[in-house]
């Protein structure tokens, strides 16, 4: 007991460390977005300055070909309602059905249903239009912020913090991380392939999302620990029947 007690404490200042690293990680990566955010909105909405836009359109254009639109074609179907909707409720099925965890599913389904809310509340509030210049189709609605790139990144996000902390074997994890990471990119640029966003539509919804899932997380922990102190220590229940919950802060 001992001897377990004191490689424990040799192990707490790696621990300390690695948690102050991805603290900082994670404020620097919310700075950048909330920053990145207040620049676009004050470009396009303030400036009227769409050379970014523009060019980006304009480098496109000279690498469209059919196959290429196929492929852009079966990204954006991953950032679409289609694809999200299911694949959400999915996630939510496995929490309720699968593991039993109330706590995990009702955080899922606050953090996928307050970003599909602020999403398209923050689009009636800047009123952008699409491009006029679709690639193949108009599509209805409206342009700031992307949806495509806002639930993408929302969702796929969530399982590349899945994968981050279950994967144990480390060229998997990263492997996998990287897959998810590269198809949110692609979903965003086929936004803007296909003409159907601009590409500072696409960056103000991936700033969007982080913002959001940044502050919903902590709000999250905030009732995680103000619950954990209400519940009671004498309560009846081993460690693995109890709630996730305790499971975290036991």
């Not at 496995?94 to 955080?107: A, C, E, Q, R, T």
């Not at 952008?128 to 790139?149: C, D, Q, Y």
């Not at 969702?155 to 492997?175: D, P």
Request: aromatic share 16%; hydrophobic share 55%.
């Amino acid at each position: 007991m001992l001897s377990k007690f004191k490689h424990r404490v040799k192990k707490m200042p790696e621990a300390i460390a690695l948690i102050s690293a991805e603290i900082v990680i994670v404020f620097l990566v919310f700075f950048i977005a909330l920053t990145s955010l207040v620049f676009l909105i004050e470009e396009i909405f303030y400036d009227k300055e769409n050379n970014f836009d523009d060019q980006v359109f304009n480098f496109l254009s000279h690498h469209i070909s059919h196959s290429l639109t196929y492929i852009m074609q079966a990204f954006t179907f991953l950032g679409s309602q289609f694809f999200l909707v299911p694949a959400w409720l999915l996630v939510f099925a496995y929490y309720i059905f699968i593991k039993k965890d109330s706590w995990n599913f009702i955080k899922t389904a606050i953090i996928a249903t307050s970003n599909m809310l602020l999403m398209f509340g923050l689009k009636l509030l800047f009123n952008r239009p699409r491009p006029m210049i679709p690639l193949l189709k108009e599509v209805p609605g409206l342009s700031f912020p992307s949806g495509h790139a806002f639930m993408s990144l929302t969702f796929f996000g969530f399982l590349i913090y899945k994968t981050y902390v279950g994967i144990k074997n480390a060229w998997l994890k990263w492997s996998v991380i990287a897959l998810l990471f590269f198809t949110v990119i692609m979903v965003g640029v086929s936004r803007v392939y296909l003409r159907v966003h601009y590409a500072s539509d696409v960056l103000a919804g991936y700033c969007f999302a982080i913002v959001s899932v940044t502050i919903l997380l902590w709000l999250l922990r905030k009732v995680e620990k103000y619950n954990a102190r209400k519940i009671p220590y004498h309560l009846n229940v081993t460690k693995n029947e109890a709630d996730p919950l305790l499971r975290k802060v036991g």
